[in-house]
Structures are given as C-alpha cells and as structure tokens.
Nanobody, 124 residues
Framework: HVQLVESGGGSVQAGESLRLSCAAS????????MGWFRQAPGKEREGVAA???????TYADSVKDRFTISKDNAKNTLYLQMNSLKPEDTAMYYC???????????????????WGQGTQVTVS
C-alpha cells in the first residue's frame, strides 16, 4: 500500500513555472508506473504525464515540451516541472501509482489504484 502527498501548487501568471512534488510513504522504485493527472472544474480527470519503473515517460500532447516528469527513488518522490504555464493548465493536480500499467494506457486515470489528495494550480 502506498500513500501519496502532493505539494507545490499555487497561483502564477501565464508563462511562469511551478514544480509539483509527490511524496510517497512507501518505495516508489518498485512501482511500475506513476503519473500526474489533473482535473478542472466540470471536466473529467485527464492524464498529464507518466513514468514507468525504467524511466520511460509519456506525456499528453497538451503539455509536451512544457512539462517534465521525474522521480527520485532515494527520496521516494515524484516531480512534475511545469514551464510556460497557460491559463488552460489551471486544475487540481494529482499523482497516482500502480504496480502494473501497460504501455499505451499510462495516462488513463482508471488504471491507477493509489492517489494523493491533490494540489491546486491556478494560472492567470
């Protein structure tokens, strides 16, 4: 069982950057997949970025070349570096982990069992 706690959200101006962190209670080195998801009011939760245990990354088209997912296994922490933020990036951001997510499905929220409580990102 893994407990996840996100931090790093906030309110920024368009074009600025934020770095989100997701601290895991257990080891994330053995987790096959971890991901970042977001949900704006009135919209479905969507995948933003994911990483498997070998470091292979997947990004949503809307954030490619702006967002970078990374993890520090020694600190059991997942990160999301968000650059060139846009108003449409405004949402609650969640991290998630799952032991087995096949390639091609790593941005699908229902593939993940463990979720954090979320951190709000607002871009104006």
């Amino acid at each position: 069982h893994v407990q996840l706690v996100e931090s790093g959200g906030g309110s920024v101006q368009a074009g600025e950057s934020l770095r989100l962190s997701c601290a895991a209670s257990g080891s994330i080195g053995g987790s096959t997949s971890m991901g970042w998801f977001r949900q704006a009011p009135g919209k479905e939760r969507e995948g933003v970025a994911a990483m498997d245990s070998e470091g292979t990354t997947t990004y949503a088209d809307s954030v490619k070349d702006r967002f970078t997912i990374s993890k520090d296994n020694a600190k059991n922490t997942l990160y999301l570096q968000m650059n060139s933020l846009k108003p449409e990036d405004t949402a609650m951001y969640y991290c998630a982990s799952e032991s087995t997510v096949v390639a091609g499905r790593r941005l699908f929220p229902y593939e993940y069992t463990y979720w954090g409580q979320g951190t709000q990102v607002t871009v104006s």
